[in-house]
């Protein structure tokens, strides 16, 4: 049996060490666990695109998570982020993993939800773990798409990109990354005109092949002069499992 003082002091954390630099990353449970002990093999073309930043530059991060890939660019690229959460115990965890990495000079996150217009919604979660996904934000849909059997509906704050953008509360970012679980054609809808300016270098967007609403992103990308390499997509692709045909597409200008 522990003391409420010893269960209070229990604080588990988890290391990453890449290029000379540490992270750090609070992991109470085993989905948080996995996400560090994965973050090089599960996406290794995220990895790379963030590679890619040079110092000083700023990304948006729709979708962040408990903050994996904003602390990794935070730490390592000395990248400028704004992170976007809504599911509550993911935002806590990834306000910790924020201060973990001693990087709040450099990355603010907001508790809500980026969509295709303003306003107050429904977050459908797909289950209350700490470190969960497939959450929706408005529709009770699944990453296909399909009806989500929600556990919860939490209120929701969200907003379209190109608000928070032409309100000032935002700067226009160098590069954007939308990773929510079958709903980023919301998110792109609400970015268009963001997108449209030549400062934004690059977006690294998850798309579902198998959806003609994410297909469609790829054809509009491209008439906006952004580049997509065919041999990244096809390394990046699920090619078995639930998530068959979904990939993550690193569009260049």
Known sequence: MLTIEQYERLNPISHVEYDGRRMTFSTPNRIARARVDTILSKEPCTIEWLTSFQPGEMMIDVGANVGMYTIWAAVTRNTKVIAFEPEAQNYALLNRNILNNNVQDRVRAYCIGLTDRSGLVGLHLANLIVGGSCHSVGEALDFKH????????????????????????????????????????????????????????????????????????????TALGFRLDPDQVRKATRTEGPFKGVAEHVFRR
């Open 146 to 221: 399909e009806p989500l059997k929600s556990v919860y509906e939490q209120g929701c704050v969200a907003f379209a990109l190109d608000d928070l953008v032409s309100s000032g509360g935002v700067p226009v970012p160098d590069h954007i990354k939308i990773d929510v679980d079958g709903f980023e054609p919301k998110v792109f809808a609400g970015a268009r005109t963001t997108l449209q300016q030549p400062t934004v270098k690059s977006l690294l967007i998850e798309i579902n092949l198998n959806l003609a609403d994410h297909r469609e992103i790829v054809a509009e990308l």
